[in-house]
C-alpha cells in the first residue's frame, strides 16, 4: 500500500467530491437509487453517506451557536436556519449528491480518463476510510461506495486541468501564472532583533541606541555584498552574529551566563520553506504570500469607527509588516523595519523568480498549487452553474427510508 501521505493527499487535493459515491447491494430496488441527477442515478449509498456528513455539520452549527457539542436527540429536536434538522440534513445531502452527478457529468463531456495509477490510489482510499468508521458498513455504505467517491476526486482534478491548466480555455499561461507567483509571494530573510531585556522590560535607552545601531550595522554589511545571493548568506551570518551577542547578554537569576537563541515572529509565513541544511543556499528563507484582504478592512467597510478598532496589535503588526515588503522594500536592498515597539527587524527580499525552476519552487506540484490557488473559486462556481442545468428528480421513498435519524450517526470504534 503507498503512504498514507499520498493518500491523504489525494483525498484532500479538491473538495467538492470528498464524500462518499456508490450502492448499497443489501437495499431493495425502489429505493436503491436516492434521486436522479441528468443522466446519473444517485444511489442510496450516495446519499446516506451524505446525509451523515450533513448530520455532522448541523451538529457543528449547533456547537457554534450554543457553545457546546450538542447530544443526537438535541440535532434532531433542533432547527437550523429556521428547519427542522432533518429537512436541513437531506438538503445538504441532496446538494452534495447534485455536486457529484456534476462532476461525473463533466468528466464524461470533456471524454476524460484515469489513469490505473488514479485508479489504484482510489482503491487504496476506499480501503483505508472504510476501515476508520463502522458507520458506514452499518448503514450500507459499501467498499464499492468509497472507491466510486475516491475516483471522484481524481475526476474533479482532471476536470479542472482541462479547463483551468496551461492549455485550458480558462487559465493562464505559464508566464502569467509566474507572474502571479511573483505578485503574492515574497522570498524573504530576516532577522529579529529584541528590545526587551530578560525580564520582558523594555531595555534601557542606552541599550535600545545599541541595538538599533547594531540593525543599522547589520543592514550596511548586507547591503555590501554584490549579489541577492551573498546578500542572503550574509543575512545568516548577522543572524548569527545576532544570537552569540544574545547569548554573551543573557543571564540566568544567579548572575550565569546562559546561552539561548532567538526566534523570528510568524508572519503568515507558508508552510513552504525551504529545508535547512548546511550546504543549503536558501538557508532560512521564507515565502511569505500577500495578505490582500484583512479582518480590519472588512470591519472598517462595515463599522470604520467600531469594529475596525477590534483588531489585535499583533494582526495590525503582521498586517503592516506584510503590506511594508509588498509595497516598499526595494528588492534585494536590506532594511531595518520598526516591526513593534519592542521589536525590529533587519529584513531582505530577494528575487523570487531567481528560484522558479523545475527543481525548486516551479516544480508540478507547484504549479497546480499555484493554478489551484488562483481558480479554485471560479472552477466551484463553474460546476455549480454546470449542475444547475441538471434535471433533479427526487424518490421520495428513499429519502423517507433513508431519513437521518433513522441512520447510526454516533461515531463508534474510530
Not at 484532500?12 to 430496488?29: D, Q, R
Not at 482534478?157 to 496551461?166: M, N, P
Not at 483588531?311 to 503590506?323: G, I, P, S, V, Y
Request: proline share 2%.
Amino acid at each position: 500500500m503507498k503512504s498514507l501521505k499520498k493518500i491523504t493527499a489525494a483525498l484532500t487535493a479538491v473538495s467538492i467530491a470528498s464524500a462518499l459515491a456508490g450502492c448499497t447491494p443489501s437495499i431493495g430496488s425502489g429505493t436503491k437509487n436516492a434521486l436522479t441527477v441528468g443522466s446519473y442515478e444517485i444511489p442510496a449509498g450516495l446519499f446516506i453517506y451524505y446525509s451523515m456528513q450533513g448530520y455532522s455539520e448541523a451538529a457543528k452549527v449547533l456547537e457554534t451557536n450554543n457553545g457546546t457539542a450538542p447530544e443526537l436527540k438535541d440535532v434532531r429536536n433542533a432547527k437550523i436556519d429556521e428547519i427542522d434538522s432533518t429537512d436541513w440534513i437531506q438538503n445538504k445531502a441532496t446538494e452534495y449528491c447534485i455536486a457529484y452527478a456534476g462532476i461525473q457529468n463533466e468528466f464524461d463531456a470533456i471524454g476524460g480518463e484515469l489513469t490505473q495509477d488514479d485508479k489504484d490510489t482510489a482503491e487504496e482510499m476506499a480501503e483505508y476510510y472504510f476501515a476508520q468508521d463502522s458507520r458506514l458498513d452499518k448503514n450500507g455504505v459499501s467498499i464499492d461506495t468509497m472507491r466510486k467517491m475516491a475516483e471522484s476526486t481524481f475526476k474533479e482534478k482532471e476536470i479542472f486541468k482541462y479547463y483551468y491548466g496551461f492549455d485550458g480555455d480558462k487559465g493562464c499561461s505559464e508566464d502569467e501564472l509566474k507572474d502571479y507567483f511573483d505578485e503574492n509571494f515574497a522570498r524573504v530573510k530576516y532577522v529579529s532583533i529584541s528590545l526587551k531585556d530578560d525580564a520582558g522590560e523594555k531595555v534601557a535607552p542606552d541599550k535600545e541606541r545599541e541595538l538599533r545601531n547594531m540593525a543599522e550595522k547589520y543592514a550596511k554589511q548586507i547591503n555590501g555584498k554584490s549579489d541577492d545571493l551573498d546578500k542572503m548568506h550574509e543575512m545568516d551570518a548577522v543572524s548569527e552574529d545576532y544570537n552569540e551577542y544574545v547569548a554573551a547578554n543573557t543571564t540566568t537569576s544567579e548572575g550565569e551566563e546562559s546561552v539561548t537563541t532567538t526566534t523570528t515572529t510568524t508572519t503568515a509565513v507558508s508552510d513552504e520553506t525551504t529545508t535547512t541544511t548546511t550546504t543549503n543556499p536558501y538557508e532560512n528563507e521564507r515565502l511569505i504570500q500577500k495578505q490582500t484582504t484583512t479582518s480590519a478592512e472588512e470591519a472598517s467597510e462595515q463599522d470604520s469607527e467600531t469594529e475596525a478598532a477590534e483588531e489585535t496589535d499583533d494582526a495590525k503588526n503582521t498586517r503592516l509588516f506584510n503590506e511594508f515588503l509588498f509595497n516598499e522594500l526595494p528588492m534585494g536592498e536590506a532594511k531595518v523595519y520598526e516591526y513593534s515597539d519592542d521589536t525590529i527587524y533587519v529584513v531582505l527580499r530577494a528575487d523570487l523568480r531567481e528560484r522558479m525552476t523545475e527543481d525548486d519552487y516551479w516544480s508540478e506540484d507547484y504549479i497546480e498549487s499555484l493554478q489551484s490557488m488562483r481558480y479554485y473559486n471560479d472552477f466551484t462556481d463553474f460546476l455549480d452553474e454546470k449542475s444547475k442545468e441538471l434535471v433533479i428528480e427526487k424518490n421520495k421513498s428513499a429519502y423517507r427510508r433513508y431519513a437521518p435519524f433513522k441512520l447510526e450517526l454516533e461515531a463508534q470504534g474510530q
